[in-house]
T-cell receptor
Framework: QQQVKQSPQSLIVQKGGISIINCAYE??????FPWYQQFPGKGPALLIA?????SEKKEGRFTISFNKSAKQFSLHIMDSQPGDSATYFC????????????FGTGTRLTIIP | EAQVTQNPRYLITVTGKKLTVTCSQN?????MSWYRQDPGLGLRQIYY???????DKGDVPEGYKVSRKEKRNFPLILESPSPNQTSLYFC???????????????FGEGSWLTVV
């Protein structure tokens, strides 16, 4: 049962372009939506997160857009750089008492010069 | 430095030979968990612990055991490993919701396990 669906599976963007990764969730009890960045050989690291009471959150070149009615959220990376090449996971968490993150399947992002 | 430390990082073992992957965190976090990462499936939770001596099953607990005798340590035990447990394993920790901070979940660097 995939509660968080992520697309695309892989993405190639030119340096300086905008990278967009999309996620959709099913459980309306989720109330915390983080994005994790993972480099090869490393564990996932929190990149940016949003709660459903706001529609957008921006931190530097990274922006989360959140559409509560559509149960969708997306990550936008502006001015994409080769150093952004990594695997990105969206995730969702609810107040279920177990702090569990439900992850999307991941997007491998490659930024080409 | 805030850290979640896993060992071993890489292991090749044979079917049926018991093994333990250790996990330790230095942030005094109550919550710890184990995930496995498989291609096309993302990360799936195996077991979690909300505090010392409190553990519970995640989404894919079959074939695994855990224990939480100390706050900082949360070992993952494979009593009789099988090839379908070949995977990349991550330990994670965080404060519990309502205990302040960003409630960020921190991950270790991963343990590559191959069962032949």
């Amino acid at each position: 049962q995939q509660q968080v669906k992520q697309s695309p599976q892989s993405l190639i963007v030119q340096k300086g372009g905008i990278s967009i990764i999309n996620c959709a969730y099913e459980n309306t009890a989720f109330d915390y939506f983080p994005w994790y960045q993972q480099f090869p050989g490393k564990g996932p690291a929190l990149l940016i997160a949003i709660r459903p009471d706001v529609s957008e959150k921006k931190e530097g070149r990274f922006t989360i857009s959140f559409n509560k009615s559509a149960k969708q959220f997306s990550l936008h990376i502006m001015d994409s750089q080769p150093g952004d090449s990594a695997t990105y996971f969206c995730a969702a968490k609810g107040n279920f008492g177990n702090e569990k993150l439900t992850f999307g399947t991941g997007t491998r992002l490659t930024i080409i010069p | 430095e805030a850290q979640v430390t896993q060992n071993p990082r890489y292991l090749i073992t044979v079917t049926g030979k018991k093994l333990t992957v250790t996990c330790s965190q230095n942030m005094n976090h109550e919550y710890m968990s184990w995930y496995r990462q498989d291609p096309g499936l993302g990360l799936r939770q195996i077991y979690y612990s909300m505090n010392v001596e409190v553990t519970d099953k995640g989404d894919v607990p079959e074939g695994y055991k855990v224990s939480r005798k100390e706050k900082r340590n949360f070992p993952l035990i494979l009593e009789s490993p099988s090839p379908n447990q070949t995977s990349l394993y991550f330990c994670a920790s965080s404060l519990r919701r309502g205990q302040g901070g960003r409630n960020t979940i921190y991950f270790g660097e991963g343990s590559w396990l191959t069962v032949v």
